[in-house]
């Protein structure tokens, strides 16, 4: 029975890739659609739950039922229990189904605001220290390698006990860890780029060194770095939920999936009796699970085109 619901459920995800490719096919310009119109199942169904997420994350204050932080009287409400409330509550009284809403926007919308600075910082760093050279590459490539050699998680964890738990400051400690994994990638593709013929002219011509990396080198490294955002935003936002798993993430009132999985994870014990009840942890898994997967396929569709491979 458990083999014919996940068929039933991978038929139904690809039926549903289907219209949405066929969709964007039909409305979309001749160009647009020949693009969207030749990418697979896989990226056709991870770009419309990305798109599923964003629209639920903008219009969160008109889906949800209720207030982010609004609390009633009825506490650890089981899915049924109260019509009002159609996944429950938690233990102080607030309804699961707005948390999970209001902790889709929260979740993406810090994770993306973080995975933009860290490109920022990663990707410019890594230009300069690919086209200046020397002693700068190397001053700024050893200490990427120092920041590097240090586990991500238990260094996020050390900072924000240091600097103090905010989301601001989860923000900042988290864009400047992650802007290391951009750097390597950004000095990597730069490197390549600056010896090019047209590099040489413009630095024949008295271009200045910005002129070097936003009109000449940027352009020609976007292709990777694109790609490298999508992984990229997937890490961030797994660790952004990680670090609220243990408390020193996104902090009350606002909601965060990582937060939902902690404080519903006293469900799993009514597994044996009340399967419904049990998967209520897995609600926010399950959605951290489903971004990440469909924004790999995305991204695995975004690679493979800027390859050049073919079918």
Same mark, same amino acid.
């Given at each position: 029975m458990i083999f014919l619901y996940i068929i039933l459920i991978f038929a139904a995800a690809a039926g549903f !890739?289907? &219209? #949405? %490719? !066929?969709? &964007?096919?039909? $409305?979309?310009? %001749?160009?647009?659609?020949?693009?969207?119109?030749?990418? @697979?199942?896989?990226?056709? #169904?991870? +770009? +419309?739950?990305?798109? +599923?997420?964003v629209f639920m994350a903008i219009f969160a204050p008109v889906i949800a039922p209720f207030g982010e932080a609004e609390v009633f009287d009825k506490f650890n409400a089981l899915p049924g229990d109260d019509p009002r409330f159609l996944l429950g509550t938690d233990q102080i009284g607030r309804d699961l189904l707005t948390r999970l809403i209001y902790g889709g926007r929260n979740t993406i919308g810090i994770a993306f605001v973080t995975t933009c600075l860290a490109f920022f910082l990663g990707a410019f760093m890594g230009f300069l220290a690919a086209t200046v050279g020397g002693w700068l590459d190397q001053l700024l490539s050893r200490g990427v390698d120092a920041l590097m050699a240090i586990p991500q998680l238990i260094f996020a964890l050390l900072l924000i006990t240091i600097v103090g738990q905010s989301t601001l400051n989860m923000i900042l400690v988290i864009a400047v860890l992650d802007s290391t994994r951009v750097f390597r990638l950004a000095r990597a593709v730069a490197v390549n780029i600056v010896v090019m013929d047209y590099i040489e002219a413009a630095q024949l011509r008295g271009e200045r060194l910005p002129y070097l990396i936003f009109r000449e080198i940027l352009p020609n490294a976007a292709a990777p770095l694109v790609a490298e955002f999508g992984l990229r935003f997937c890490f961030v936002f797994l660790l952004i939920a990680s670090l609220s798993f243990l408390g020193?993430?996104?902090?009350?009132?606002?909601?965060?999936?990582?937060?939902? *999985?902690?404080?519903?994870?006293? #469900?799993?014990?009514?597994?044996?009796? !009340? @399967?419904?009840?049990?998967?209520?942890?897995?609600?926010?898994?399950?959605?951290?699970? &489903?971004?990440?997967?469909? $924004?790999? #396929? *995305? $991204?695995?569709?975004?690679?493979? %085109?800027?390859?050049? &491979?073919?079918?």
């Open positions: !890739a289907w &219209l #949405f %490719r !066929a969709g &964007l096919v039909a $409305v979309l310009p %001749r160009n647009a659609a020949m693009l969207f119109g030749s990418m @697979p199942l896989t990226a056709s #169904f991870g +770009l +419309l739950m990305v798109l +599923l997420y020193l993430g996104i902090q009350p009132p606002l909601a965060d999936w990582g937060t939902m *999985v902690r404080d519903l994870s006293q #469900f799993i014990n009514f597994a044996a009796f !009340a @399967p419904l009840t049990a998967s209520l942890p897995l609600m926010a898994a399950g959605a951290i699970a &489903l971004l990440t997967v469909s $924004v790999n #396929f *995305v $991204v695995d569709w975004m690679l493979h %085109r800027s390859s050049g &491979l073919k079918e």
